[in-house]
C-alpha cells in the first residue's frame, strides 16, 4: 500500500526542521517543541491538520514579533527546500494564518517560500483579504525571472485551485486573473505554461464564453500557446462542446459508421471491461477525437458518467479499428456497485454507438 502523504511529516522531518531553526535561533526550545507536536492527537490528524498544528506549534516557539520569526523561517527554508518540497509547506501555512496583518513582510516571506515549492495556497487568503494589493504584487511576480514566483501568480488565483479555497470572485468574474494569464501566456517556462493552461481550464467551467473568445483569438499563434489554450481548453473537449470541438477541427463526420462493436457484457469486480469497435467511411475519417463513456450505476440507483480520450489525430484512411480495456480493480478514488453499466463510443463530441453490460 503506498505511503500516505501525511506519513511526511514524521520524526525525521521534525528534527531536521528543528535543527536548522535552532541554527539560526539559539534559544528555540527544540525537545518542548518536538514533545508538542506529537502530542496524543498526533497520529489521528491528516495532512493538512499536521501541516497546521506544525506552523501554530512554531508561532508559539519563536519570537513573537512577526518580522524576527519570518527572518529565522527564511533562513531555515532555504537550508531545506531542495529536500523538502510538499513538507515545507508548513512556511507557507505560518504567513497565511499568523502574517495577514503585514501585508508586505508576508509578500517578501511568500516569494521565498515558493521557490522549488509552492506558496499557492496561502497567497490565497490574502486575495480575500487584500484584494487590490494582492492582485498588484500578482503582476510584479508575473514579470518576475524566476520560474517559480512567475507560476505563483497564475496558480495562485486559479478560481478553483483542488484542495485550496476557491475564489468566488474570480468565478463570477475573472478579468483580473486574465491580466495575469495575458502576462504569461508566452512564457518561456513549460511549468508555468502548465499553469496557465489549468488557470484557464478553471475558467471555463464558470466562463465557458471567456475561454471561447480566447482561443479563437489565440490559435494559431505559436506552437506554445496552442498547446497552453488545448490543454486550457479540455473540460470543454470532454464534455462535447461544440464550438470548442470546432475551433481545433472537431467537426462532426456524418459518413462516418461504428462496427463490430463488441464488448464483455458480464464482468466481475476485479476485472478488465474489453472491448472494440471499426470505424468506417467512404472517405478519410480525417481529424478525429476519440474517446469512450461509461455510466456507472452509483448508490440509490443513481448514475454518474465518465468520459475517457483514447486517441486523436489525423487518419488519412477509410478504417480505423480500437481495442481497449477499462479496469475495474478496486481503487481508493471511486467505488463500483454491482448492476447494469453503459459504454459508449464517441467521435469528435458525438456518441456513436452504445452497449450495455453487467457489473457482479
Known amino acids: 500500500m503506498a505511503k500516505l502523504l501525511k506519513h511526511l511529516y514524521n520524526e525525521t522531518y521534525i528534527q531536521v526542521l528543528t535543527n536548522n531553526i535552532t541554527l539560526n535561533y539559539p534559544d528555540f526550545d527544540a525537545i518542548d517543541f518536538t514533545n508538542k507536536i506529537f502530542d496524543n492527537s498526533w497520529e489521528s490528524k491528516e495532512l493538512k491538520q499536521r501541516m497546521r498544528h506544525i506552523s501554530n506549534t512554531l508561532y508559539q516557539f519563536l519570537p513573537k514579533n512577526y518580522n524576527e520569526s519570518i527572518n529565522i523561517l527564511e533562513s531555515t527554508f532555504v537550508k531545506m527546500n531542495h529536500k523538502y518540497t510538499l513538507e515545507n509547506i508548513i512556511f507557507q501555512d505560518f504567513v ?212 475517457f480520450k483514447i486517441s486523436e489525430g489525423i487518419y488519412n484512411q477509410k478504417s480505423y479499428k480500437i481495442s481497449k480495456h477499462y479496469s475495474f480493480k478496486p481503487i481508493s478514488t471511486r467505488k463500483y456497485y454491482q448492476g447494469k453499466h453503459i459504454l459508449a463510443i464517441i467521435i469528435n463530441g458525438i456518441v456513436l454507438g452504445e452497449r450495455e453490460f453487467h457489473l457482479t
Open 96 to 307: 497565511e494564518v499568523h502574517g495577514i496583518g503585514c501585508f508586505e513582510k508576508s509578500m517578501e516571506a511568500l516569494e521565498c517560500f515558493t521557490i522549488n515549492s509552492s506558496s499557492e495556497f496561502a497567497i490565497r487568503q490574502f486575495i480575500l483579504q487584500h484584494f487590490d494589493k494582492t492582485m498588484a504584487q500578482m503582476k510584479i511576480w508575473a514579470k518576475s525571472n524566476n520560474e517559480h514566483i512567475r507560476r505563483l501568480a497564475s496558480e495562485g488565483c486559479r478560481p478553483r485551485l483542488p484542495w485550496a479555497i476557491a475564489l468566488p470572485i474570480f468565478k463570477e468574474n475573472p478579468q483580473k486573473v486574465l491580466e495575469i494569464i495575458d502576462i504569461l501566456k508566452n512564457d518561456e517556462s513549460k511549468y508555468v505554461r502548465k499553469s496557465v493552461a489549468n488557470n484557464i481550464n478553471d475558467i471555463s467551467k464558470d466562463n465557458p464564453q471567456i475561454v471561447k473568445k480566447m482561443v479563437k483569438k489565440w490559435i494559431g499563434k505559436n506552437d506554445n500557446l496552442d498547446w497552453i489554450i488545448k490543454h486550457g481548453s479540455r473540460t470543454l473537449l470532454k464534455n462535447g462542446d461544440k464550438d470548442i470541438l470546432e475551433l481545433f477541427g472537431f467537426v462532426e463526420n456524418k459518413n462516418i459508421s461504428i462496427d463490430s462493436f463488441t464488448l464483455n457484457e458480464d464482468i466481475k469486480l476485479g476485472d478488465n471491461l474489453e472491448f472494440s469497435c471499426i470505424f468506417n467511411s467512404p472517405y478519410n475519417l480525417g481529424k478525429l477525437r476519440i474517446e469512450y463513456s461509461i455510466t456507472f450505476v452509483r448508490q440509490n440507483n443513481k448514475f454518474n458518467t465518465k468520459i
